[in-house]
């Protein structure tokens, strides 16, 4: 089995958020830049990575450095949204099956912040009431 690292790297690489189910801990936690309350579960945690793959996973959606432990790695990206260049750090944890076990994520300047924020507001409001996409 490959590290859950390079895992992660070929989901963005190949922009297959589908891949997540095999890759995301029972036990997971994603931290957001937005919202106060840790999200914990599998379901949500891929919930809110699925949202953000379809906003961040643009052309211009790089990471551009990393540090790596034996459990955990620190991934810096940038990418432009809506003409704003939005900097971002994903901390990740993984445990020994190889399985993302925290997701945390910090988002730069204020303005790609808030932009992110709208557009995560929208993709989530629509994963929860999908009979509202179709209309």
Not at 54 to 68: A, K, M, P, T
Request: charged share 20%; hydrophobic share 45%; aromatic share 8%.
């Amino acid at each position: 089995m490959s590290c859950a690292l390079e895992r992660w790297h070929a989901i963005c690489e190949e922009r297959n958020p589908a891949a997540l189910n095999t890759l995301i801990a029972e036990n997971a936690v994603f931290f957001s830049p937005v919202v106060y309350t840790p999200q914990a579960g599998k379901a949500k945690v891929i919930g809110y990575l699925k949202a953000a793959a379809e906003i961040l996973f643009n052309d211009s959606f790089r990471y551009v450095r990393e540090l790596r432990g034996t459990d955990e790695a620190m991934l810096e990206f940038t990418v432009t949204i809506e003409g704003i260049e939005v900097n971002g750090i994903d901390l990740i944890r993984w445990n020994m099956n190889q399985e993302i076990t925290e997701f945390r994520v910090w988002l730069r300047p204020l303005k790609g912040l808030q932009i992110v924020q709208q557009l995560m507001a929208t993709k989530l409001s629509a994963q929860r009431h999908p009979a509202q996409k179709a209309q």
